[in-house]
Each structure stands twice: as structure tokens, then as C-alpha cells.
């Protein structure tokens, strides 16, 4: 074989070897690719009867809802499993409040086939009791959290600086910290997992966030308390529990910029939620 031949010879295998690892699929270019997530709302439980004043500024007193009390999961495409938010679970909540029905936010979790040890994340919108008390049920999990919500609310060994955190859950935050699986986030729009960015204005809390997810083929907004219900955003009318009036209307028309579609925007209690995204069902709802 001539010198010439041998260097086509060597050409055609190697466009053929290409060529096959294309069909294949090949890995190492996978790798480099952005994570995308499937993200789904998870209803652990339902308080009844709620009054909506509470959560739509100006609603007449007499207006009650059965609100859901939810938490987000993040499959990620690269393994990861993250969560917005962990809900609660203590005992003395549970007296309080009288959710009906009531599951804890890792059993609620099951149902969406990820085990408790499995969440490699926690995103923590903000230090309220329904939103942060279900940390520990998630053990190897970093948790993220806004560098100023933290400090406003607690210092480092736990006690309560100022109101809006429980002080169990100030001591358990506290030490998951000590543990080194606290996150502290430094401001606005700051992509902290890749596909998964965080953003502050709210103001439903001191410096409480919302969070914008990556899918396959769109952007999900999680509002989480920014925003309790859909109506909140239909009618530009802020949360009834806001530190800032203007800053949480604008964040909330933010979260419209933010998203593919309005309707990817996910309030942090409102039911309808699962009667927009019914499937797969069980108290989960694919946001899609």
C-alpha cells in the first residue's frame, strides 16, 4: 500500500469512528452540556379554611381558601435532586395549624421517587416556619440560603436576632452550619447550581428569593412565597405579608420577564396548581 493510500485509509476510519460516536451519543459532550431539570410541585399537606387577607392585600376578610402547602422538587439530568423550600413537620406546628390532610415533606417527597438522603440540595426562599422547619429531614443536603436573610435572623449559634425565624428552627439552621452544608448566597441573580439561578426583591421576608429553573424546553419561575397565589399576579395586587409593597409588585412582574410562559410562574400555596398541572397526581404535579 502506497504511502497515500495508507493516509486514506486512516481518514475514512477515523470520519468512521466519528461518526459512530455521534450515533452513539457520545459523553464527553454530554458532560459539557448545561444540566436541564424536570421540576414538580409536591403537596405534603392542606390547611384549611385560610383566610385569604393574608395573603392577598386588600382581600375581603371573609374569603377563605384550603391553601396547599407545598414543596418543589428539581430532577436534574446530570443526577442532581434539589428542592425549594423543605416545609415543616415539627409537632407543634402540626397542633397549631391543623393541616388536614398532613404528610411530612419527605414522605410527600417518596411519592415523586426520590428518597430523603437523595435531595443533594435545599433552596430556602426564606426563614418562615412552613418553609424551613423540614431541613433536617434531608441529611446530606446543602442548603442555600441568602447571606442577609441569615444574618438578619439568627447569628451563628442560633439565637434569634429578629422575628420571622422559630428559634427550633434557628438552632437547627444554626447547626447545619457548623456542619459546613450552609450555602450563604450573596444577592440578586446569582446562578448557584448550574440551570438553577436566584433572585431577591420580594421582600416577603428581610431578603427572601425565587428561584428560575432550566427545563428542557422552557424557563419555570418558583415564586414560592414572592407570590402565594395565581391571583396575586392576575390582578397585580401584591402578598398581604410583604416588608415592601413596590418591590414585591415588581418582583412578581419580574418573574413574568423571567419565564418562558406566565403560566410557568408557581405560586407558593395556591391549589389550583395541581388542577393546571394534574399529572402525574398524588399531591405531585409536573410543571411543564
Known amino acids: 500500500m502506497t504511502r497515500l493510500a495508507r493516509r486514506r485509509a486512516a481518514m475514512v476510519l477515523l470520519v468512521s469512528s466519528a461518526l459512530v460516536a455521534v450515533a452513539a451519543g457520545n459523553p464527553t459532550r454530554r458532560s459539557a452540556e448545561p444540566p436541564t431539570y424536570e421540576v414538580y410541585a409536591i403537596r405534603y399537606a392542606t390547611i384549611p379554611a385560610f383566610r385569604l387577607s ?33 416545609g415543616f413537620h415539627r409537632d407543634d406546628f402540626v397542633q397549631r395549624w391543623h ?3 398532613f404528610a411530612t415533606p419527605a414522605e410527600a417527597v ?39 436573610e441569615f444574618d438578619y ?8 436576632k429578629n422575628r420571622a ?6 438552632k437547627v ?14 444577592g440578586d441573580a446569582k446562578e448557584i447550581i448550574p440551570g438553577i439561578t436566584v433572585y431577591t426583591g420580594g421582600k416577603h421576608t428581610f431578603a427572601s428569593q425565587f428561584a428560575s429553573v432550566h427545563t428542557a424546553s422552557s424557563t419555570v419561575v418558583i415564586a414560592s412565597d414572592n407570590m402565594y397565589l395565581y391571583e396575586n399576579l392576575a390582578r397585580h395586587v401584591p402578598i398581604a405579608q410583604t416588608l415592601d409593597t413596590a418591590s ?11 419565564a418562558s410562559d406566565p403560566r410557568l410562574i408557581v405560586p407558593g400555596h395556591d391549589p389550583d396548581v395541581f388542577v393546571r398541572f394534574p399529572t402525574p397526581g398524588n399531591g405531585v404535579a409536573r410543571i411543564q
Open 54 to 86: 393574608g395573603l392577598i392585600a386588600g382581600a375581603d376578610t371573609s374569603r377563605r381558601l384550603d391553601i396547599a402547602m407545598m414543596v418543589w422538587l428539581l430532577k436534574g439530568s446530570d443526577g442532581r435532586k434539589v428542592l425549594v423550600d423543605a
Open 99 to 101: 393541616p388536614n390532610p
Open 110 to 148: 417518596a411519592r415523586a421517587g426520590v428518597k430523603p438522603e437523595e435531595i443533594t440540595d435545599v433552596i430556602i426562599s426564606h426563614v418562615h416556619w412552613d418553609h424551613l422547619d423540614g431541613i433536617d429531614l434531608f441529611p446530606k443536603a446543602r442548603v442555600w440560603i441568602q447571606r442577609e
Open 153 to 160: 435572623y439568627l447569628d451563628s449559634a442560633g439565637t434569634v
Open 165 to 170: 425565624i422559630d428559634p427550633g428552627d434557628a
Open 173 to 186: 439552621l444554626a447547626q447545619i452550619a457548623r456542619e459546613g452544608r450552609v450555602m450563604l448566597v450573596d
Open 248 to 258: 414585591n409588585l415588581r418582583a412578581q412582574a419580574r418573574m413574568v420577564t423571567l
